[in-house]
């Protein structure tokens, strides 16, 4: 990757020169567009919604997705959005001068569900799942009137494990965020091209590039105790084993139905002896 002035989107303009900082950036970009690849994402001429909070993963996101873009690599239209929920002291100035300071198209929507969730959810409990669910609703309208085909979230490697542990222990069933999947109305993708980015990677990323990071925990609620647990347990995993992580994701690639228990996947009734030998 060429580093000229000239020759790089403003995102990356101050982005430091260590060795160390242009091999981090080159795998993330690596690891993006092969997510994007292999998941058939790419619609040429499509028109993308790439939803930011203002994290370090929206950022990366943005980021990565605008250099592929840049390089010729992606050939879709970039729409950055940003809704502004009302939670308290949510700064509303920093990502729409951010954006505009990039060079970044852009859409800024303030749209109230705090005070929604704040009077539905039981005091005691966490606003994420229903404030997830009414801004997911919300990126769907918006993505629908800025006509366009598919939604992408900044959701990364660590994001899908964690899900699926959740999911594993406490709902019952083998299951996580999917990087490509339709919407429940079948009108538009919704897309996680950071699927096999490293949230740590993400961090150090963002960070290095001195974006204008913005808490997730403005509401005072923060993610569930139990997804805190699971995110524990694979920490020190990994710090017992090096590399624990990436082995855990592998294995969401290599799925063998006939050696689970699900008779939906695998007919096991049906299942017959090609070679029988007589007794």
Not at 104 to 117: A, G, H, K, L, M
Not at 184 to 197: I, K, T
Not at 204 to 213: G, L, V, W
Not at 237 to 256: D, H, Y
């Amino acid at each position: 990757m060429l580093d000229q002035q000239s020759e790089i989107h403003a995102l990356f303009e101050g982005a430091p020169s260590t060795t160390e900082f242009k091999k981090l950036r080159k795998r993330i970009i690596r690891q993006t567009r092969e997510a994007v690849e292999q998941y058939g994402m790419i619609e040429r001429g499509a028109k993308w919604l790439v939803c930011l909070s203002g994290g370090k993963d929206s950022y990366t996101l943005l980021a990565a997705l605008t250099e592929l873009q840049w390089r010729g690599l992606l050939p879709v239209e970039i729409l950055a959005c940003n809704l502004d929920q009302g939670q308290p002291n949510f700064p509303a100035t920093v990502l729409p001068e951010f954006l505009e300071k990039m060079g970044v198209p852009n859409r800024v929507e303030f749209e109230d569900t705090y005070s929604i969730v704040k009077d539905k959810v039981p005091t005691g409990r966490t606003y994420c799942a229903m404030c997830s669910r009414l801004r997911r609703g919300n990126l769907y309208r918006i993505a629908r009137e800025e006509g366009c085909s598919a939604v992408v979230l900044g959701h990364h490697r660590d994001d899908i494990l964690e899900t699926f542990f959740m999911n594993l222990f406490h709902g019952g069933r083998l299951a996580t965020m999917p990087p490509k999947l339709v919407n429940d109305e079948g009108d538009l993708f919704v897309y996680r091209p950071l699927a096999h980015v490293a949230e740590a990677d993400c961090e150090k990323f963002a960070n290095a590039m001195n974006y204008p990071i913005i808490p997730c925990d403005l509401c005072g609620s923060q993610d569930g105790l139990q997804r805190q647990q699971v995110k524990q347990m694979i920490d020190q995993w990994e710090q017992n084993s090096p590399g624990r992580r990436q082995v855990l994701f592998k294995s969401l690639t290599n799925a063998r139905p006939s050696h689970l228990l699900d008779e939906k996947l695998f007919d096991f009734a049906g299942l017959t002896r090609p070679n029988p030998k007589t007794p």
